[in-house]
């Protein structure tokens, strides 16, 4: 299992302490690999985006509409966190029913 999140998230440490066998991934550091962004975006969609994040408000117009998959290869902290992938299973954010699915809640 694997949480791609940032090392500084209030949530993604929630996660990590919920999960401790999982491989944390520090997104700025690290980034998302490829094939797992793709995969991420093609279960997700545009939900994958962080539009109410710093990040995200920061960016230009021009930078927005580079497209998904750019704009989170260039910027990862605009991700919605944490991500996290199990085999071929993903859950995104760290709600309630993530938390259930997971068996943690």
Request: proline share 5%.
């Amino acid at each position: 299992m694997h949480l791609y999140g940032l090392k500084n998230c209030d949530t993604c440490r929630k996660a990590l302490k919920l999960l401790p066998d999982a491989e944390f991934v520090d997104v700025r550091a690290g980034g998302v690999p490829e094939n797992v962004l793709k995969a991420a975006h093609a279960r997700f969609g545009d939900a994958l985006l962080n539009t109410r994040s710093a990040t995200w408000r920061g960016l230009s117009d021009l930078q927005k509409d580079a497209g998904p998959l750019s704009l989170l290869q260039a910027h990862p902290a605009v991700m919605k966190r944490p991500l996290i992938t199990d085999g071929d299973t993903m859950y995104l954010g760290w709600t309630r029913d993530v938390q259930t699915a997971l068996g943690v809640a």
